[in-house]
């Protein structure tokens, strides 16, 4: 049984029933919050009747009015479900494909680990490329695939063949600790595998098992080399940069782009659930670029995309460069294209928002394509201008951020 209101949509006309949804999404009751592992009779109360069997909804897809949209008028240039009420294009999608992860960094989870999502609440594989599709179709031609650690995952090179052959999608990129980076990497490459990016965040091994809780130091840096081999330019290297912990590193990291294409990438230190954020321990952007200047004065500015998430510097004569994600004291999310799509299903609009929606349930209700659609624009239409500053967030109830796919 559809959700009342996808049917009232459909009788209002697409544009009409899109922006009244919208409206009911945000005004009603349908809007929750994280608060642990989604039950399915929690999304049943949210989302309408619902079965546990997953319908063969692929076959719809190829069967959709995909022509009917592009030729009517009232859809924009770029898809209106995809596009926010701020003009924002989401066009770069992250999926994450497991909850689990072999390391147990201080600034994702806890030291115990994170209660994990029961595998039948989890995204199948056909659920995930049947997403991947959908969203491929509206707009979005960059997928990145996160976790937990998404190449632990046993069909990781099958999802990134699969997603290989989608129209339109133009970069498949991964997030990884990097522990199974060499064995994997010419596989990856053969699969189809874009973009590269390895967490690392220290060169001291002592430094490195302390942070991650695990072991693992060289097989990261065999990894980063092998993936140089192969030819990934650059390899980026996200670096959460944490005082009293490796702050100290900034000029190391930053020498290591003299010989290696790489692109090192500071992030300031972001709170989230059981990662203990304190504001005493986040070095900002400004203080870390200061830093390095004092090294390297002659550091150039280097011009980035619009949507891009980092800042962009180079040492003149370097092989790489060097980045700064700058989400809490100089956010950028006027710029923001992307959405998320967390591995038991929910689909978050911003990585600092609490608010969530099952596409898994959806999905599971037998529900078309269009009703699909009108539950991913009312979710996209309600994104926030901005997220709440850094003080708020730290307030906020949110998942940690391995559950998230960040």
């Known amino acids: 049984m559809a959700h009342p209101a996808l049917s009232y949509c459909r009788l209002l006309g697409r544009r009409d029933g899109l922006a009244h949804f919208r409206k009911l999404w945000v005004d009603g009751s349908s809007s929750r919050t994280y608060s642990g592992a989604t039950t399915h009779r929690e999304n049943e109360v949210e989302l309408g009747e619902s079965t546990l069997g997953a319908p063969n909804f692929s076959a719809s897809l190829k069967n959709s009015s995909r022509k009917e949209r592009l030729a009517d008028s009232s859809v924009l240039p770029f898809s209106a479900f995809l596009t926010d009420n701020f003009g924002r294009r989401h066009s770069y999608l992250r999926i994450s494909l497991t909850e689990k992860c072999n390391l147990r960094c201080q600034y994702c989870m806890p030291e115990e680990g994170v209660k994990l999502t029961p595998r039948g609440q989890l995204l199948s594989t056909s659920e995930l490329l049947t997403l991947a599709r959908l969203f491929v179709r509206e707009g979005v031609d960059k997928i990145r695939l996160t ?37 994997l990497s010419p596989k990856l490459k053969d699969a189809g595998l874009d973009l590269i990016n390895v967490s690392l965040d220290s060169l001291v091994p002592a430094k490195f098992e302390f942070i991650v809780r695990r072991k693992g130091f060289h097989k990261v840096m065999e990894g980063i080399d092998k993936a140089i081999e192969l030819g990934y330019n650059p390899v980026k290297i996200n670096c959460v940069v944490m005082r009293g912990l490796n702050e100290d590193e900034l000029l190391d990291f930053v020498a290591l782009t003299e010989e290696k294409p790489v692109e090192v990438r500071f992030i300031e230190y972001m709170p989230f659930d059981g990662n203990k954020w304190n504001f005493k321990k986040m070095v900002s952007y400004q203080e870390m670029l200061d830093r390095i200047r004092q090294r390297w004065p002659n550091l150039e500015t280097l011009q980035a995309a619009q949507a891009d998430t980092a800042k962009m510097f180079k040492v003149p004569g370097f092989s790489g460069q060097v980045g700064f994600i700058t989400s809490m004291s100089d956010h950028f999310c006027g710029s923001c294209n992307r959405l998320r799509i967390t591995a038991d299903g929910n689909l978050k609009v911003c990585l600092f928002g609490n608010s969530e929606v099952s596409l898994r349930d959806v999905l599971r209700s037998g529900a078309s394509e269009d009703e699909l659609l009108q539950i991913i624009g009312a979710a996209v239409g309600r994104k926030k201008k901005q997220h709440a500053g850094m003080f708020s967030i730290s307030q906020m109830k949110n998942r940690p951020m391995v559950l998230i796919g960040g």
Request: proline residues 5%.
């Open 147 to 183: 976790g937990g650690e998404p190449l632990i995952r046993p069909d990781v090179l099958d999802i990134i063949t699969e997603l290989r052959k989608l129209e339109g999608l133009k970069t498949i990129a991964v997030t990884t600790n990097g522990i199974n980076l060499a064995r």
